[in-house]
């Protein structure tokens, strides 16, 4: 089941190399930049290609988008008039309606879409929704979330601080995550508030993302996303009736995966506490493609599809309206 790959930055690289990592090849490499496309070629295999066209007549079934987030739903959307799978980098699309016609599309072509959302796939959230499923928390009653990184000197110029072309700032970006994270464990979020502020760095979108989303039965998320956390985090906390998970770090820079299960003893007081850690390379690019090959191949919808992108896109969206109106 050959791959091509549309983009070939530092996301368009781990796709490949995921790829050949579950036995398959790669047929085609595209990007704006020619050279790009050719430096993923020769380490990947394929053919670089000079368009999208040519990507797309390629011979394999499933191909990658990994653009900028202005050309996502684009060049997702051709992707499958062409008839081609596809995993779809994270938030699929700068807004909801631009996704609308992606979701339409395969649904009518019965094709499958694997949004990017990896970290479902990082073995401490792995393990994290093996404990939840098992009942090991009880009834869920909140999230609470961290995620952020410092930006480097002349982020405030790159393409992620131009809103015609990312669509948003840190709420897009790393927030998108946290979002789709803390909806997996809890359901779809009904109520929606938050402050977006811009702290730091000079662009005309938001650096920070405060948000506290609450589900129709009760259950809430406090997340924060953050470009300016200058030493990288992430955080997240599930808490129970009788229990709670603790992870922290996501490997790299980010410190090594961490899974702490707190279980609430029969006389309350110190918990009893159980440690997971994961210090190994990351496998979530891996696990996620392997994931989409299932859905292709059982006829299913993939965890992490459309379905969820719609959701998460949902909620930033009525995040910048309670901006744009005063309100965040």
């Given at each position: 089941?050959?791959?091509?790959?549309?983009?070939?930055?530092?996301?368009?690289?781990?796709?490949?190399?995921?790829?050949?990592?579950?036995?398959?090849?790669?047929?085609?490499?595209?990007?704006?930049?020619?050279?790009?496309?050719?430096?993923?070629?020769?380490?990947?295999?394929?053919?670089?290609?000079?368009?999208?066209?040519?990507?797309?007549?390629?011979?394999?079934?499933?191909?990658?988008?990994?653009?900028?987030?202005?050309?996502?739903?684009?060049?997702?959307?051709?992707?499958?008039?062409?008839?081609?799978?596809?995993?779809?980098?994270?938030?699929?699309?700068?807004?909801?309606?631009?996704?609308?016609?992606?979701?339409?599309?395969a649904a009518k072509r019965g094709l499958r879409v694997k949004v990017g959302y990896n970290h479902r796939f990082h073995p401490s959230l792995i393990k994290a929704r093996e404990l939840c499923d098992a009942?090991?928390?009880?009834?869920?009653?909140?999230?609470?979330?961290?995620?952020?990184?410092?930006?480097?000197?002349?982020?405030?110029?790159?393409?992620?601080?131009?809103?015609?072309?990312?669509?948003?700032?840190?709420?897009?970006?790393?927030?998108?995550?946290?979002?789709?994270?803390?909806?997996?464990?809890?359901?779809?979020?009904?109520?929606?508030?938050?402050?977006?502020?811009?702290?730091?760095?000079?662009?005309?979108?938001?650096?920070?993302?405060?948000?506290?989303?609450?589900?129709?039965?009760?259950?809430?998320?406090?997340?924060?996303?953050?470009?300016?956390?200058?030493?990288?985090?992430?955080?997240?906390?599930?808490?129970?009736?009788?229990?709670?998970?603790?992870?922290?770090?996501?490997?790299?820079?980010?410190?090594?995966?961490?899974?702490?299960?707190?279980?609430?003893?029969?006389?309350?007081?110190?918990?009893?506490?159980?440690?997971?850690?994961?210090?190994?390379?990351?496998?979530?690019?891996?696990?996620?493609?392997?994931?989409?090959?299932?859905?292709?191949?059982?006829?299913?919808?993939?965890?992490?599809?459309?379905?969820?992108?719609?959701?998460?896109?949902?909620?930033?969206?009525?995040?910048?309206?309670?901006?744009?109106?005063?309100?965040?």
């Open positions: 089941m050959k791959l091509a790959v549309i983009g070939c930055g530092l996301i368009g690289h781990k796709r490949a190399e995921a790829w050949l990592k579950l036995g398959h090849g790669i047929a085609a490499a595209f990007d704006l930049d020619f050279h790009k496309a050719e430096a993923l070629s020769a380490r990947y295999g394929g053919k670089a290609v000079r368009s999208l066209e040519e990507a797309l007549q390629s011979e394999a079934p499933v191909a990658n988008v990994a653009v900028t987030h202005d050309r996502l739903a684009a060049c997702a959307y051709e992707a499958l008039i062409a008839g081609k799978h596809l995993i779809l980098e994270k938030p699929g699309a700068r807004n909801l309606a631009e996704l609308a016609p992606v979701a339409e599309e009942g090991a928390l009880g009834p869920l009653h909140y999230v609470r979330g961290r995620y952020g990184h410092g930006g480097r000197p002349g982020y405030e110029k790159e393409w992620r601080m131009d809103p015609a072309v990312s669509g948003g700032g840190e709420l897009l970006d790393q927030g998108s995550h946290l979002i789709d994270l803390a909806s997996w464990f809890l359901g779809d979020f009904s109520e929606v508030s938050g402050r977006l502020p811009s702290y730091f760095w000079k662009a005309p979108v938001e650096d920070n993302a405060f948000m506290l989303l609450a589900t129709e039965k009760g259950p809430c998320a406090m997340l924060h996303a953050t470009w300016t956390e200058w030493k990288n985090m992430f955080s997240f906390e599930i808490s129970g009736r009788d229990g709670k998970i603790a992870i922290d770090g996501l490997g790299g820079s980010y410190g090594t995966e961490r899974l702490a299960f707190y279980r609430m003893l029969p006389a309350m007081g110190p918990p009893e506490t159980t440690i997971w850690e994961y210090p190994f390379p990351d496998s979530s690019w891996e696990l996620e493609a392997r994931e989409l090959v299932a859905a292709v191949e059982e006829g299913r919808e993939p965890l992490g599809g459309l379905a969820e992108a719609k959701a998460v896109l949902g909620v930033i969206d009525r995040l910048y309206a309670l901006k744009a109106g005063g309100k965040a």
